[in-house]
């Protein structure tokens, strides 16, 4: 079952263009939204996270918004560059007791950015 | 100094091999995970630890044996592995802090390994 679902599986973007990737959920336990960006052969790194209780978090070029009653979350890259080409892995976190966070992924979506 | 460690960067062992992941981070962070990653394939959970103790088993087989031997490292030792098991094995760790209830769990670089 997957609990976490995202689209699109790919993306080509013009330098300069927004590039926009969304998630949706079913579990109402989650409640942290981070956003991964990977390289090919490195492990994911931590783009930019929001909590439920916040609409829309900007860092940078990077924006996430969130809508609860929706269920739904997406990443939104202005100004992309050829730089930005890379897979990006949106997850739900949930606490199952203690310290014991699990992060639920969505599938990916592999991003390129033309010159 | 947000980093997780893990060496080697790269293995390649044969099916009758025993070998070990080893990872670390001096975050102070008291969960620590095992993830798999398959080519083009989002990262599945293996294990957690909390406070250096076994929490969470995703229904790993045996062959897969971790370890935490303090709360800054974390092992996978690995034994009579299949040429399917070949993948990206990450490391992570994560803490939620009372004062901004935000989690962030970062990830290490990685250990391809190659099953021959």
């Known amino acids: 079952q997957q609990q976490v679902k995202q689209s699109p599986q790919s993306l080509i973007v013009q330098k300069g263009g927004i590039s926009i990737i969304n998630c949706a959920y079913e579990?109402?336990?989650?409640?942290?939204f981070p956003w991964y960006q990977q390289f090919p052969g490195k492990g994911p790194a931590l783009l930019i996270a929001?909590?439920?209780?916040?609409s829309e978090k900007k860092e940078g070029r990077f924006t996430i918004s969130f809508n609860k009653s929706a269920k739904q979350f997406s990443l939104h890259i202005m100004d992309s560059q050829p730089g930005d080409s890379a897979t990006y892995f949106c997850?739900?976190?949930?606490?199952?007791?203690?310290?014991?966070?699990?992060?639920?992924f969505g599938k990916g979506t592999l991003l390129t950015v033309n010159p | 100094d947000t980093e997780v460690t893990q060496t080697p960067k790269h293995l390649v062992m044969g099916m009758t091999n025993k070998k070990s992941l080893k990872c670390e981070q001096h975050m102070g962070h008291r969960a620590m995970y095992w993830y798999k990653q398959k080519a083009k394939k989002p990262p599945e959970l293996m294990f957690v630890y909390s406070y250096e103790k076994l929490s969470i088993n995703e229904s790993v087989p045996s062959r897969f044996s971790p370890e935490c031997p303090n709360s800054s490292l974390l092992n996978l030792h690995l034994h009579a592995l299949q040429p399917e098991d070949s993948a990206l094995y990450l490391c992570a760790s994560s803490q939620r802090t009372l004062v901004t209830m935000n989690t962030e769990a970062f990830f290490g670089q990685g250990t391809r390994l190659t099953v021959v």
């Open positions: 579990n109402t336990a989650f409640d942290y």
């Open positions: 997850a739900a976190l949930t606490n199952s007791g203690g310290s014991n966070y699990k992060l639920t």
């Open positions: 929001i909590r439920p209780d916040v």
